[in-house]
């Protein structure tokens, strides 16, 4: 009997995904390139619906055709190689995927590569690590329609589900898939980074509790702020260390560490003049928090505000926190979606921004309750700019801007950094004003360097000699 389909890589993600395969009652051909990771996977099943091999040949020729091919290495180099070492084992119509976080244009090479050859190639993103693996991702399939459709069965099936809904739909051609991963991940980067801003002020504005805090997360993650960073947040505070016996959280180094997804997210919007400021400002927090040594040092130098300290309404702050949090979620995941509206007409891929945002309400790290809403902004218009002009959230951002505001400029006057919930309001100020400042830029650069500017009442360009 042939197999149903291969997955080669069998570390954290590729071993979970082949035994979710399984246990939907695929037949599953196991490769990897060293062979103990193989016989690790296949011990941790008693069935024969996991199939290992040891040489690439055998694993190939197991497979029924067309074959498919799911990918689990890591990204960069290793995925030309395996693709290397498969492509004298395939034949035309085969499908290899690439289910790893491949920047998308590497994929779109690889694509156009193997399309001349006769195979079909699909960029996937995968959320959900090992978890999600295992028990339902959400994913996020690119490349061609027809090549979707055969594996299509699959996908769907060892997705996640939200209300028997699989969290698995076709994102559009070429690399497109791996490109909607790479901005959920800089979305991902901005949530994290406001959660992380919020935690701040509860801990060092109201001087709450770790466990205090916890109770909050816990209780916001039952209204409209519900998600899964939210609720893991509330156990990670919870969590003691071992050897301390403290909350875990304040024995863990304050240093992030990254993958590049978020950079990568960043380039690509600096590249294409899309405002993502948010992740952005979420990427540079990370790099600010790696010069651990500097900061040290630069504390015994440089001083805050010396501003006298004024107690805050405890249940007052915490509800401005809150809903500073939920705007700033609000305009990053305004500011990604953006970032799809731009990349899919700069690139003719026609994302569906609507099903998009329904795919990640489950198994990925950004699913959140309001994905409902922003999948039902983009239904009711496809063509929305901004979803801060959708009706919802333009009246929630009315109302919650006042948390927002108080809470940015409590930090700013306390010396407290909150890069994401600042960067949300200026992003949020600078959207809505009908007029800018960038006159003053267009004069500037027209002074020194005869750049020319348009004006507001006559048509056409024009250049002043200034002095
Ligand atoms: P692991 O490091 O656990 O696994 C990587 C796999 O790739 C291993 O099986 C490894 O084999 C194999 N591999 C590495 N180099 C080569 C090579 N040159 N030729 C053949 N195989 C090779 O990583 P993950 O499972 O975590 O990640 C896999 C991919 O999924 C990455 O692109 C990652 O970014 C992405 N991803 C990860 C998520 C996560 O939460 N971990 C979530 C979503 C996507 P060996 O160990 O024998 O060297």
Known sequence: MFNSIGVIGLGVMGSNIALNMASKGEQVAVYNYTRDLTDQLVAKLDNQSLKPYYEIE???????????????????????????????????????MDGGNSHYVDTERRYDELKAKGISYLGIGVSGGEVG??????????????????VAPILTKISAKVNNDPCCTYIGPKGSGHFVKMVHNGIEYADMQLIAEAYTFLREKLHLEVNEIADIFETWNQGELKSYLIEITAEILRKKDEVTGLPLIDVILDKAGQKGTGKWTSMQAIDNGIPASIITEALFARYISALKEERVNAEKILTGPKTVQQKLDKNEWIDYIRQALYMGKVCAYAQGFTQYKMSSELNGWDLPLKDIALIFRGGCIIRAEFLNVISEAYQEQPNLANLLISPYFAEKVTDYQAG?????????????????????LNFYDSYRKGISNANILQAQRDYFGAHTYERRDLAGVFHTDWQ
Do not use: N
Not at 408 to 414: L, Y
């Open 58 to 96: 055998d694993f190939v020729q197991s497979l029924e055709a067309p074959r498919k091919v799911f990918l689990m290495v890591t990204a960069g180099k290793a995925i030309d190689s395996v693709i290397h070492s498969l492509l004298p084992h395939l034949e035309t119509g085969d499908i290899i």
């Open 133 to 150: 693996a295992l028990k339902g991702p959400s994913i996020m399939p690119g490349g061609d329609k027809d090549a979707y459709e055969k």
């Open 404 to 424: 927002l505001r108080k809470v940015v400029c409590e930090g700013i006057t306390s010396g407290i950094s909150f890069p994401c919930l600042s960067s949300s």
